[in-house]
């Protein structure tokens, strides 16, 4: 064999190996670059949460200073110095919703919070406040409540612990 055809026949198989080799690559390709970079999705997710959060008016009640006049976002939706009294059954303030496992939503799952939302029931049985508009958010889409859920856990941490409840008659400290 001449170098003339060893070099045509080297040219055929490598040209024979590209073009098994290239569809693999381009579809490799379009994954990468056709796929959302990692977190995008959870970053959509949380976005979409902190809207809902924000137009359901959340900070009003979660908030400490809120119902004050001076909320502190420094510590937003990290619970509310402010009770809300319900003659016959007890006063209650907004809790914190911020991931602190000691005072907020920390050692909730987010299945945990969006049970919540959905059923007015706490992951140890106990109902939400009456003023809670659980029915109202029950009707939120699958995705809606996972947002509100992811939201809540990306949030810092801040440590407040709220006071109560308190049962009628039970003296507040």
Not at 53 to 68: A, K, M, N, Q, Y
Not at 95 to 107: I, M, S
Request: with cysteine; net charge negative.
């Amino acid at each position: 064999m001449s170098i003339h055809e060893l070099g045509s026949a080297a040219t055929r198989v490598a040209s024979q190996a590209a073009r098994r080799a290239l569809p693999a690559a381009f579809a490799a390709l379009v994954a990468v670059i056709g796929s959302p970079p990692a977190g995008a999705t959870d970053s959509k997710l949380i976005e979409r949460g902190e809207y809902l959060v924000t137009i359901g008016s959340c900070t009003d009640c979660h908030t400490p200073g809120h119902f004050l006049g001076k909320p502190d976002m420094t510590r937003h939706l990290g619970g509310s110095e402010v009770g809300f009294e319900i003659p016959g059954i007890g006063v209650f303030y907004g809790p914190n919703l911020t991931p602190d496992d000691e005072t907020g939503l920390g050692r909730w799952s987010e299945r945990d919070i969006v049970a919540a939302i959905r059923t007015g029931r706490r992951p140890d049985g106990r109902m939400l406040a009456p003023m809670m508009p659980w029915a109202a958010l029950a009707k939120l889409t699958d995705s809606d409540a996972e947002a509100i859920a992811a939201y809540l856990k990306s949030l810092p941490p801040v440590s407040n612990k709220v006071p109560g409840p308190f049962g009628p008659g039970e003296e507040r400290s």
